[in-house]
């Protein structure tokens, strides 16, 4: 239970903290803050709970998944196809980044036709 409620107030506090800099920021260059601090932070975090002992699960998963996952998916992508490069697959992480962008912007345009 203490799983569930990290995630949901953590993702309600990262979506808050998303649309903040996305109104302090004009246009599409909040988007492109947002994606790049959330890509650095969440290589932060990962890199601390690796390295510290004695975290509790639901505090990695309140900030890991609640509140970076939250301030931006795109975070998570990244450290998806790190990992994957990290573990010496780089075909897959690369397959990975490149569909993950190729389908994402076809699945996009195609719910856009859908209703336009």
Not at 4 to 32: D, E, K, N, Q, Y
Not at 39 to 50: M, R
Request: charged fraction near 10%; aromatic fraction near 16%.
């Amino acid at each position: 239970m203490f799983a569930f409620l990290g995630v949901f107030i953590g993702g309600g506090a990262g979506s808050v903290l998303r649309w903040l800099v996305c109104v302090a920021v004009p246009a599409h260059w909040g988007t492109f803050a947002v994606n790049v601090a959330g890509a650095f932070f969440i290589g932060a975090a990962y890199a601390f709970f690796q390295r510290s002992t004695g975290i509790s699960p639901e505090l990695k998963l309140f900030v890991m998944s609640g509140l970076l996952g939250g301030f931006t998916t795109f975070s998570t992508y990244l450290l998806d196809f790190a990992r994957l490069a990290g573990q010496g697959r780089a075909g897959e992480a690369a397959i990975y980044l490149a569909c993950s962008v190729l389908f994402g912007a076809a699945a996009l345009i195609a719910g856009m036709k859908c209703l336009g």
